[in-house]
Structures are given as structure tokens and as C-alpha cells.
């Protein structure tokens, strides 16, 4: 290993049990201090639950999306500065502001503690406010786990009427400012090779200048279930941490229904349905109420447990930049059923799982069928996926190649300052 760094990580929100931004600031920061180097993390709402001796240092916004109180109204008392008003004007207008105030008080905050970092690492916030600091010769870098853009473009194509249309143009407006400041940090690095090439396309950063690093898990907390315990014959499990077009929750619950006319199978969702959205409607539409349980975030224990128990872990997604979910499920030996989307042929492979073309129900319906058939068929996708975590996805790799990437950013901009 290389000297030992002093390592600033950003994340504007960090769900401190679910969705990929908290996962990765809590296993990385954990790795890296273990590996030697000091990581302070910085974060807005929700705050990440981190491992003992890495500090975190709150980064507090008016936090408008909060659970129960989503689009709430703040007090007046609430407002501190003109970044919280900015943050709800921005959100009275249809915008989505997390991601740039963040970014301007993450730069207040750090930039009269410049000498005491080596590296500002911004997990995919790229606001306006990161260049505040690679302006200060702060070298500065970022992880991009995917392009927000294709996002919206799903979003886009699954919205009903002009109206609404346009509110989601100017909800993902900030996607264009991400592309902008991503392609003036010192060094990118993202999480597939078909996310790098997303980013080229989307955002305008060279794919040669991007670093692949995938992400892991701990395969020691993610493991198959005990010699002896039985799976649960007719559970499907996914995990998802948006209830959003992108995710293909809403197809994965029109097989469920095909399912269900032949097997008393069940669906246990590892996340939240969002009041009047698409999978709270099609819930009631496909009579689904008693077969379907939301178990919103859950400790990382709860997490291994469900997957120790389920028969199969769908993916339905029609983008992934990695799917964290899809290893998760893997290092459990877990069988997988999932599309052909994104980057979940690049991570899975084609021993571990069952693949269909996204979008497509009767394939969904009829390989998830396959493996509740046959628990044979299963115990050989879980095996084969267990040895491919083994292989290449553990979070120790990702701290060590995160590393020696920093030193490679830090030697590039040492010389090209001579």
C-alpha cells in the first residue's frame, strides 16, 4: 500500500440502510480507514450510519423530502441562510436542489479546511460547489454510479400527459449541471464498464479518462443460509430503492399476478411504495394487496436474513449502472432472475442467474417460474453466484483499487503542475 491519505468523502444523502449512495459511503469509508488512511465523511440528510473511528461531519439542509413529510413546508424559523432559501424556491419550482446546495455547503465547510486533506472524494452530488474547491487546487474527484440522464429519459417515457412531462424536465434539470462539473474534476471513476460507457455518452467525459472500480460486498455478513435451513418454497424477493419507472417494480408485480393463478407465491419488496404511484396502483389493479409486503429500509441483518429465506431475487430494472442488489443476492447463493438492462449482464454473468429482456412480463413470468420449479436449478445459480462474489465483488477490492487510484489522480495532477 501507498503513503497513507487524508480522504474528505461527499454524499448529499446517505440512507443509512438502503439505496446504493449509503451503502457506498458506509463500506468504502469503513475499508479505507481499515486500510490505513483517515476518511471524514461529510453528508447531507439522511445521515449514513458508519463504522467506529470514521467521523462524520453533518452537512444539514432543510432536508424537504423526508419520510413521512415529502414536499413539506419549513417553519420560517427554519431558514439559516440564503442556501436554504435557494433549496426551496428550487423545490417550489418543480426543481430537485439536494445535489447543488449540498455541494455549496459542503465547499463552505471544507475549503478553510483545505490543508487537512490530500483528496476530496464527491459521491455523485457533483454540484456547482465541487469546483469551488478544485478551483483552491483541492484535488478533487468523483464517483458516478451511473447517468442520472437515462433516468429521466425512462421517467420521460413512462409519464402521462404534457403536464407532467414538463414537471420532470425541470425536476432532473440539475442533470445537466452534473454533466458540466464531472467533466472538469481531477479524476472519475464509476462501477461498470457499461456505466463508463453511459457516462462518455450522456455526460461527455472520455471514457479513457474514467476508472472502473466495482463495488462489493462483505462476504462474510452476506452468505448463504446455515447447513439445513430451507428456503421459503414460494417467496420472491427484490430490493429496490426507489419506486420509480427505472426499477421495473411495476412488471415484476403483472407476473407476480401471472404467477399467482397457478402458486400461492408471495412478494416481499425490500423498499417503499409511493402514496398514489405506479406500484401502489398496480397493486389494486392486479389485486396484489395480500400478496405483496413493502418492508421499507432494513438493517443490513434483516437484509441477509430475507435473502437467506427467498427462493429467488428478481431484478426487473430497465437500467442498472451496477445493481449492489444483484451481489447482494449472489453472496447469499441466492438464485437471480433479471433483465438484460444496463450493466446486470456485466455483473452476473451467466451462471448465477436467469436473464429476460427488460420490459418483458411473459419472460419475467415464465424464468421466475422456472426456478420455483426446480430447487435444484436454484442451488446451482446460488452456487455459481457465490463463487463469482468470491471472485471479484468484495468491498476490501473496491477500498484497495479506490486507493491506488487516488495516488494515481494525485501523481497526474502533481505533474502537470510542474
Not at 432543510?62 to 428550487?90: G, M
Not at 451511473?146 to 425512462?154: G, K, N
Not at 425541470?170 to 452534473?178: D, I, L, P, S, V
Not at 461498470?192 to 463495488?215: C, F, K, L, Q
Request: hydrophobic content about 40%; glycine content about 8%.
Amino acid at each position: 500500500m501507498g503513503r497513507s491519505l487524508r480522504i474528505a468523502l461527499l454524499s448529499y444523502r446517505s440512507k443509512p440502510h438502503s439505496g446504493g449512495q449509503g451503502v457506498y459511503v458506509r463500506a468504502l469509508s469503513r475499508e479505507l480507514a481499515a486500510l490505513g488512511h483517515r476518511v471524514e465523511v461529510l453528508s447531507g440528510q439522511p445521515y449514513p450510519e458508519l463504522a467506529p473511528g470514521v467521523p462524520l461531519t453533518r452537512v444539514p439542509s432543510l432536508d424537504l423530502y423526508r419520510e413521512p413529510d415529502p414536499f413539506r413546508t419549513p417553519r420560517p424559523s427554519e431558514f439559516r441562510d440564503w442556501i436554504d432559501v435557494a433549496e426551496w424556491a428550487t423545490m417550489c419550482t418543480a426543481g430537485f436542489p439536494e445535489p447543488m446546495t449540498f455541494s455549496w455547503r459542503a465547499a463552505r465547510l471544507l475549503l478553510p479546511r483545505a490543508a487537512e486533506f490530500d483528496v476530496v472524494h464527491d459521491n455523485q452530488s457533483l454540484g456547482g460547489g465541487i469546483l469551488r474547491l478544485a478551483r483552491a487546487g483541492l484535488p478533487t474527484v468523483a464517483t458516478i454510479h451511473h447517468p442520472v440522464a437515462i433516468d429521466r429519459e425512462l421517467e420521460l417515457a413512462a409519464a402521462p400527459g404534457l403536464r407532467r412531462r414538463l414537471t420532470l424536465h425541470r425536476w432532473y434539470g440539475f442533470t445537466g449541471m452534473q454533466a458540466r462539473v464531472a467533466r472538469r474534476l481531477d479524476g472519475v471513476t464509476t462501477v461498470s464498464e457499461n456505466s463508463r460507457r453511459d457516462i462518455a455518452t450522456h455526460m461527455g467525459v472520455p471514457a479513457a479518462g474514467i476508472e472502473v472500480i466495482p463495488v462489493g460486498i462483505d462476504p462474510a455478513e452476506f452468505r448463504p443460509p446455515p447447513a439445513g435451513q430451507p428456503r421459503d418454497a414460494d417467496s420472491i424477493l427484490v430490493i429496490t430503492s426507489a419506486d420509480v419507472a427505472l426499477k421495473g417494480l411495476v412488471h415484476l408485480l403483472e407476473a407476480l399476478a401471472k404467477l399467482r393463478t397457478e402458486r400461492p407465491v408471495r412478494l416481499t419488496v425490500v423498499g417503499t411504495a409511493r402514496p398514489g404511484g405506479p406500484a401502489e396502483t398496480a397493486l389494486d389493479r392486479l389485486g396484489l394487496r395480500d400478496a405483496v409486503r413493502f418492508t421499507g429500509p432494513v438493517p443490513e441483518a434483516e437484509l441477509v436474513s430475507l435473502l437467506q429465506h427467498a427462493a429467488v431475487v428478481a431484478i426487473p430494472s430497465l437500467y442498472e449502472g451496477f445493481s449492489l442488489p444483484a451481489v447482494e443476492a449472489m453472496a447469499c447463493g441466492t438464485p437471480l432472475v433479471t433483465t438484460d438492462a444496463g450493466a446486470l449482464p456485466e455483473v452476473v454473468g451467466t451462471e448465477a442467474g436467469l436473464r429476460v429482456r427488460a420490459g418483458d412480463v411473459g419472460e419475467l413470468t415464465a424464468e421466475l417460474q422456472r426456478v420455483l420449479d426446480s430447487p435444484s436449478l436454484g442451488e446451482r445459480l446460488g452456487r455459481a453466484g457465490r463463487r463469482r462474489v468470491l471472485d471479484r465483488y468484495t468491498w476490501r477490492s473496491t477500498a484497495e483499487r479506490t486507493a491506488d487510484w487516488y495516488g494515481e489522480v494525485l501523481a497526474r495532477k502533481e505533474r502537470s503542475s510542474c
